[in-house]
């Protein structure tokens, strides 16, 4: 069987990190393709990986929270506002029901390893301050951890069928799901409580993504539309 690679990271801190069928996930410094090292602990395919940064990435030098665009090369200096004094993290999830929390920069060892899940986990996400982490399953779950120590938190029901997809807003305060059940839902995570129910999709909800401004929410589906909510 030929294995493939089934997702990619750009870090900050100048690595790359590849996932992979083969239940791995490798550690690659971009400078002169040299293997660091290899995470191990998954028992099947993993499906998802999430830095603590990856807003960081996203934004570059464009910071909402400051209400506009910040001066040419200074997304280095948001990307370390971001990432703080600490180290990177690295959340993994699996088709072996569990997550992974590491400090892959620094260590092939995981900070430890996050079980509850009854299914499959297709997707795992850090908030934009890196402080929780939320994960979606094909056990119509999604699941909130802490971003440092990988404790459970707290479980968000309401679908009825598997979530496939997660998306934080820019404040951290809200978290959108999709399912296959058709809907597109909005969590406060304060209170951990469903906020917005909001239908409209004919089929599966395949990705969300929330705006950097935290204004829009966009979906797309199985029903080949794509739908834009506003906040």
């Given at each position: ?6 997702r990619?990271r750009g870090?900050?801190?100048?690595l ?16 002169d393709?040299?293997?660091?090292r ?16 990856d ?12 209400q506009g ?18 180290e ?32 499959l ?13 939320a994960?979606?399953?094909f056990d ?9 120590t ?10 009825v ?11 951290n ?18 209170t ?40």
């Open positions: 069987k030929q294995w493939y690679q089934r990619v870090s900050g801190d100048n790359i990190y590849s996932a992979s069928q083969d239940r791995t996930i490798k550690v690659w410094r971009p400078s393709g040299v293997l660091c290899t995470l191990q602990g998954h028992g099947h395919w993993v499906n998802t990986m999430a830095l603590s940064t807003y960081a990435c996203r934004i570059g030098a464009w910071d909402p929270s400051l665009k910040t001066q040419h090369g200074d997304a280095l200096t948001v990307y370390n506002k971001y990432k703080g004094s600490g990177e993290f690295l959340v993994s999830g699996s088709d072996d029901f569990t997550l992974f929390l590491w400090q892959p920069s620094k260590s092939n060892k995981p900070v430890c390893r996050m079980t509850g899940h009854q299914q986990i297709n997707q795992a996400a850090f908030s934009p301050n890196g402080r929780t982490i994960s979606a399953s119509k779950s999604v699941k909130v951890w802490d971003g440092k990988g404790k459970f938190i707290s479980t968000l029901r309401g679908h069928k598997a979530v496939y997809c997660i998306s934080w807003s820019a404040d305060k809200l978290l959108v799901s999709g399912s296959s059940d058709s809907t597109v839902k909005v969590w406060c995570m304060r951990f409580s469903l906020l917005n129910d909001l239908p409209g999709h004919a089929d599966e909800v395949y990705t969300v993504d929330w705006s950097p401004c935290g204004s829009r929410v966009v979906s797309g589906g199985k029903d080949k539309v794509l739908k834009l909510w506003r906040s």
